[in-house]
């Protein structure tokens, strides 16, 4: 395509951008345009080389992809394949908040696509093996609101993607779902400033053993900090297969009492013949009656033809071809009518459910992580008496974590981090630096001030505490928290996302980790436990 036809081409994309999308809007278990009528999700994965899949699969250690809204010639080469599939939704895993996708959202708005958004990357997201919930993950989460928050096109966002992906990591899905109360409480401020609904969620796996627990434990208590809707990956539906043999009428059993919108987030089991060999007759399954009562569509596994042989679409260079399984699922979506209704007729019966009860194959209890606050970490810092030194190596921080948490337990309750019981310190949220002095302050203080109880070495010194008034009564609320972070023994489910400044109300979230086994296991296993529950931050420290 030429320079003056690619030019122009945009110009007129832009320019309908004036004839936007109805909103998508969401009333009991179902969908609906502004207008009124009932809408279904027939969708395809679009993101290359980043992403989900079976396993929820992502390099945990390069933050390398491909923003897929952020290049308008390759949404010019690729969205034409997705209008003529018959699709009107897609969903990325990884954008970059900074990138202009202006021009490839007006593209897929003249298409009459929708897009649900991940709101992680393959590195900032909640990391199933140490979960956090912390500043660096609410400013990524809500610079991606911020930058597609503005097209009408957009449905929502999942605030994570099989996190938990099994009974040994459920205590993850409480940094989940505290992530999806903040991001929920950001989009109600904006709607407070005219702004318009968009909802939260969480894409779940298949796994029989925590799969009910998970629907419950994201749908039940207050529904401020509940989900908006239920993202399902399901593989199970594979070659010749059918609705009692793929375990579909269990899904639809279950969720048939389900007080939100459930979709597929992912679906379409390669396992027969790979890609191409998928007959997609679980589609024709998924917007018959069976189904269309209970789900609202779902998203196909995916548009791009990778090494994992899951694609629709062969891309080489400037051209994308069809593969034989997009002309089998082009077929099969142009004949399906799922049964609807009207959002005027339509009256949501269904109660959010119970809250699953601890046990071996759940461990995150119904109180959450505090709200992230930049402000009150950055008081908390600047308060300090004892603080490490300007150029401490940062791989030099988990020593001191375990030889401090070790010997003085009581110092470290302000970061403690604990998903079973519920218990949170009111500084889990802020940075290593910043959680390591408070830890040092804490340590220092408990000692009365000794002179030989701010160096470890070096590591740390004495420094002239700077006093802001303004950030007394933060500061007051989190000294208060982490003195019962210090006993307690059980977290309270209020949330702590509720109105006013943040960091007055954070630190009524107090929490507690059982130390005692750690540490009689030596200082390298407290170190290795204290770097775990700084999340994102860990990763940067070596022992």
Not at 90 to 103: E, G, L, V, W
Not at 396 to 420: T, W
Request: aromatic share 10%; glycine share 8%; with cysteine.
């Amino acid at each position: 395509m030429g320079f003056l036809q690619s030019a122009l081409t945009t110009s007129l994309l832009l320019a309908s951008h004036a004839a936007a999308l109805e909103p998508i809007v969401m009333k009991g278990t179902k969908f609906f345009t502004k207008s009124g009528e009932q809408f279904f999700i027939k969708g395809v994965a679009y993101q290359q080389e980043a992403g989900g899949g079976p396993g929820g699969s992502t390099d945990s250690n390069s933050n390398k992809y491909v923003d897929p809204l952020a290049d308008p010639k390759v949404c010019e080469r690729d969205f034409p394949l997705l209008e003529k599939l018959g699709v009107n939704t897609i969903r990325t895993y990884a954008i970059d908040p900074k990138a202009d996708h202006s021009q490839c959202m007006a593209m897929l708005e003249k298409a009459g696509i929708y897009v649900v958004a991940d709101l992680g990357d393959p590195v900032v997201s909640i990391n199933r093996d140490s979960p956090a919930w912390n500043v660096q993950l609410y400013e990524r989460y809500t610079g991606v609101i911020d930058n597609l928050g503005k097209y009408d096109n957009v449905i929502g966002f999942f605030a994570g993607n099989e996190v938990t992906n099994n009974n040994t990591n459920t205590g993850a899905s409480a940094y989940v779902k505290a992530a999806t109360r903040d991001m929920k409480k950001y989009i109600s401020d904006k709607m407070a400033k005219g702004g318009r609904w968009m909802g939260v969620g969480y894409a779940a796996n298949d796994d029989a053993e925590i799969r009910a627990n998970m629907a419950q434990y994201f749908n039940c208590g207050e529904q401020e900090n509940a989900i908006d809707f239920w993202g399902y990956n399901i593989y199970s539906w594979c070659g010749k297969s059918s609705f009692t043999e793929s375990g579909y009428d269990v899904q639809v059993k279950f969720f048939s009492n389900f007080s939100v919108p459930v979709f597929f987030a992912e679906y379409g089991c390669n396992t027969v013949g790979g890609a191409d060999g998928r007959l997609w007759d679980e589609t024709t399954a998924l917007y018959s009656n069976q189904m269309s009562g209970v789900f609202s569509g779902g998203i196909v596994y995916m548009f791009h033809e990778e090494e994992n042989d899951y694609g629709l679409v062969k891309v080489n260079g400037n051209t994308a071809s069809p593969m034989k399984n997009y002309k089998v699922l082009q077929s099969k979506l142009a004949d399906v009518k799922p049964s609807s209704t009207s959002m005027a007729a339509y009256n949501p019966t269904n109660s959010p459910a119970a809250c699953p009860a601890i046990g071996k194959d759940w461990k995150a209890a119904d109180a959450l992580p505090p709200t992230p606050d930049s402000d009150l970490c950055d008081c908390m810092y600047n308060s300090l008496s004892c603080a490490p030194v300007d150029d401490l190596d940062v791989k030099d921080y988990g020593d001191i974590f375990g030889y401090v948490c070790k010997n003085d337990p009581s110092a470290c309750a302000g970061i403690k981090s604990d998903a079973e019981t519920g218990v949170y310190g009111p500084y889990v949220m802020c940075n290593p630096k910043q959680q390591l002095g408070h830890v040092l302050n804490a340590y220092y203080s408990n000692q009365n001030s000794a002179s030989d109880a701010c160096d470890f070495n070096g590591a740390a010194n004495v420094v002239s505490p700077k006093s802001d008034s303004s950030c007394q009564a933060s500061l007051a609320k989190a000294n208060s928290a982490v003195a019962v972070a210090a006993t307690a023994t059980a977290g309270s489910a209020v949330s702590s996302a509720t109105s006013g400044s943040k960091s007055s109300e954070n630190a009524a979230a107090p929490a507690s980790v059982r130390m005692t086994p750690f540490l009689t296991m030596g200082d390298m296993v407290v170190s290795l436990y204290v770097l775990v529950a700084m999340g994102v931050g860990a990763g940067m420290v070596m022992l």
